[in-house]
Structure formats: C-alpha cells, structure tokens
C-alpha cells in the first residue's frame, strides 16, 4: 500500500539500522497525535511543526499518511489539522472499556439492590455488543448467563437494540448482513424490515425491550448512555425471570434504567435537555 510505504522511512530493512528508523517512525507518529489530542484547538502546521520539534515537510508527510487512514484531518483549504474520526474512536472505545465500567459500577449497584435485578452494562464496537460490567443480587434464585467480554447480537437484546437505534441505518445494515437474525425463541425479530421498525420505537421511546426473544426465561429493557456531546457511547440493562413486560412491576424496572442511565450519561458530561 503505497502510503504506508511513504509513511517508513526510508524502506523497510532487516537490520538494526532499519529497526532504529521503524521505530523512530513510530515515535514521531506518538508525539503528533500526542500534541494533536492534547491542543486546545486546530493546529496549523507551522504551529505543529515548532511542538513536535520536526520540519514542516517532515510534519506534513505524517500527516498526508495519518490522514488517509483517518487519524488526523484538516481543516478547510488544509489551514490546520485536529484528530481524525479513528482516533477519536479509538480513544472513545478505550474510555468505554475502563472508565465507563469505573464510573457506571456505583450506579449500577444501587439499580440492582433497587429492583433485586441483574443491572449490566455494554458497547457495540463492532457487530455485536460487548459486556463490559454486570452487577447482580448476592443470592439470586437463577443467575443470568453472561460475562463480562461476553458478545451477544443487537437484534434480540435490549441492549443490541438501543446501541443499534443509535446507529445510521446503513451502519445496522452492514451489522445485519454480517451476522444475520438467526432465531434464539419464538419471539426473535428475524427481519431487517420487522427490526429496523423495533428500532423507530426504542429512539422513539427512549429504551428498549426484550420480551424473552434471546432467551425464553428472560425479558429485559435497556437504556442509552450519553456522552458530553449526547452521542450514545454505551447502554444500560436490566433483566429479569419471568417479569411480564406489561405488568406493572416491568414498569418500575424501566423507569429505573432509563433513570440509572441518565444519571450515567450526566457524569460523563451529557446535559439532559428540559422537558
């Protein structure tokens, strides 16, 4: 691939002078996006050039190399750079993976002693969800079978379903022709068309339910986190035995997670809006 080619310089060798210039390579990348990440605003190039103490020709073939896998960007007519859409969402899934799970867990424990419920949370990084915490009663009567780094698919979960609402169209699209709408009960949605409608209503009514349609025994609803900038980064569940999702008890278990969530969301900065 010829920009990766640009991007070793000189050409790659197996020798230790070749290993010395990989990985001062590798250094110069760190220190500018590094600077990037750490400034206030767009930088330009001369400015970049002077904190990374490199030449701007130097700087600037960097950049056309990071820019085309996503990890800078400029700004209109090229006048300054800022961290790419990649980076920015590597370094959101790495704060969703530990300080999320940091910041969630206190809340999640007082949802759980609330409804005597197992409270999880996840991500979707890719085309299925990820658990990255869970809390459940001391001595539950059934235990609900996930682990933390367990997968399960967006169709028929609650949480799959909110991260998914959340998601351009074309995004859950590609997440379906990837994985499918395999059937797990009865009640599995099991077409885009039936999903994508499932969908309207979670952003319309701001969770989502699973009426046993991953596992017979359990229903669940899931509630979206926001970021400072409102951007679902994560969701929070709460499931249970044998609860009907129309009976009134379901509904204190929704009023809870869509509560327990939101408060979430407003310790990572996300302002809720009035009304």
Same mark, same amino acid.
């Given at each position: 691939?010829?920009?990766?080619?640009?991007?070793?310089?000189?050409?790659?060798?197996?020798?230790?002078?070749?290993?010395?210039?990989?990985?001062?390579?590798?250094?110069?990348?760190?220190?500018?996006?590094?600077?990037?990440?750490?400034?206030?605003?767009?930088?330009?190039?001369?400015?970049?050039?002077?904190?990374?103490?490199?030449?701007?020709?130097?700087?600037?073939?960097?950049?056309?190399?990071?820019?085309?896998?996503?990890?800078?960007?400029?700004?209109?007519?090229?006048?300054?750079?800022?961290?790419?859409?990649? #980076?920015?969402?590597?370094?959101?899934?790495?704060?969703?993976?530990?300080?999320?799970?940091?910041?969630?867990?206190?809340?999640?424990?007082?949802?759980?002693?609330?409804?005597?419920?197992?409270?999880?949370?996840?991500?979707?990084?890719?085309?299925?969800?990820?658990?990255?915490?869970?809390?459940?009663?001391?001595?539950?009567?059934?235990?609900?079978?996930?682990?933390?780094?367990?997968?399960?698919?967006?169709?028929?979960?609650?949480?799959?379903?909110?991260?998914?609402?959340?998601?351009?169209?074309?995004?859950?699209?590609?997440?379906?022709?990837?994985?499918?709408?395999?059937?797990?009960?009865?009640?599995?949605?099991?077409?885009?068309?039936?999903?994508?409608?499932?969908?309207?209503?979670?952003?319309?009514?701001?969770?989502?339910?699973?009426?046993?349609?991953?596992?017979?025994?359990?229903?669940?609803?899931?509630?979206?986190?926001?970021?400072?900038?409102?951007?679902?980064?994560?969701?929070?569940?709460?499931?249970? #035995?044998?609860?009907?999702?129309?009976?009134?008890?379901?509904?204190?278990?929704?009023?809870?997670?869509?509560?327990?969530?939101?408060?979430?969301?407003?310790?990572?900065?996300?302002?809720?809006?009035?009304?």
């Amino acid at each position: 691939m010829k920009a990766r080619a640009d991007f070793a310089e000189p050409a790659v060798r197996s020798d230790a002078t070749g290993s010395a210039a990989s990985v001062r390579v590798i250094e110069r990348t760190m220190r500018i996006l590094r600077t990037l990440a750490e400034a206030p605003g767009m930088m330009t190039l001369t400015e970049l050039s002077l904190a990374v103490g490199l030449h701007k020709s130097t700087v600037l073939r960097f950049l056309r190399t990071m820019e085309q896998g996503e990890f800078v960007a400029s700004g209109p007519g090229g006048k300054g750079w800022r961290p790419g859409p990649v #980076f920015l969402d590597i370094r959101a899934r790495a704060i969703a993976r530990h300080d999320l799970a940091d910041i969630a867990r206190p809340l999640m424990e007082e949802a759980c002693r609330l409804t005597g419920e197992t409270v999880q949370l996840a991500i979707l990084p890719d085309s299925s969800i990820v658990y990255l915490a869970k809390v459940e009663p001391l001595d539950p009567p059934l235990r609900i079978n996930t682990q933390v780094g367990a997968r399960r698919p967006i169709h028929c979960t609650g949480l799959g379903k909110v991260l998914a609402a959340y998601r351009d169209r074309a995004d859950v699209d590609r997440i379906l022709a990837e994985a499918g709408l395999p059937a797990f009960t009865a009640r599995t949605i099991t077409t885009s068309a039936a999903l994508h409608a499932e969908l309207a209503r979670v952003r319309l009514n701001g969770y989502a339910v699973d009426d046993r349609e991953y596992n017979d025994l359990v229903s669940c609803v899931a509630a979206p986190i926001r970021n400072a900038d409102g951007l679902v980064v994560a969701a929070l569940s709460i499931s249970s #035995f044998g609860q009907g999702v129309k009976s009134p008890a379901f509904s204190t278990l929704i009023e809870t997670v869509c509560n327990t969530a939101g408060r979430i969301s407003q310790l990572l900065g996300w302002n809720r809006p009035a009304g």
